[in-house]
């Protein structure tokens, strides 16, 4: 059975920094596709980072990019978010999720309908 369970949300200031965990049981993250979307209220659940099975493989939506970044940790089967510079509107509810099958990156950013196990999320409400 393959969980996912995140942690490390939480209130921060615009401009502060905040890392998200990813804590991954049932598949072993060095072989896995993961990523991160969120979800702010009433709108649709967004993607935010993608590490491929290689572990060098990254990327990010123009939103993030160059204050995001998604990693590994292999030994403690786990994968990471580490954001920074953050804004209000990076408030949502983060998730992360795991995909059997290589989203066809090499068309466009991947969906959350390319993925097969997901956590129950982790609030992050970045304040003005």
């Known amino acids: 059975q393959v969980q996912l369970v995140e942690s490390g949300g939480g209130l921060v200031q615009v401009g502060g920094s905040l890392r998200l965990s990813c804590s991954v049981s049932g598949r072993d993250v060095s072989g896995s596709i993961m990523s991160w979307f969120r979800q702010a209220p009433g709108k649709d659940r967004d993607f935010v980072a993608y590490?491929?099975?290689?572990?060098?493989?990254?990327l990010y939506p123009d939103s993030v990019k160059g204050r995001f970044n998604i990693s590994r940790e292999n030994v403690k089967n786990e994968v990471y978010l580490q954001m920074s510079a953050l804004k209000p509107e990076d408030t949502a509810v983060y998730y992360c999720?795991?995909?059997?099958?290589?989203?066809?990156?090499?068309?466009?950013?991947?969906?959350?309908?390319?993925?097969?196990?997901w956590g129950q999320g982790t609030q992050v409400t970045v304040s003005s």
């Open positions: 999720a795991l995909s059997e099958r290589e989203p066809k990156i090499w068309l466009r950013l991947p969906r959350d309908d390319e993925y097969d196990y």
């Open positions: 590490l491929g099975k290689n572990g060098k493989t990254r």
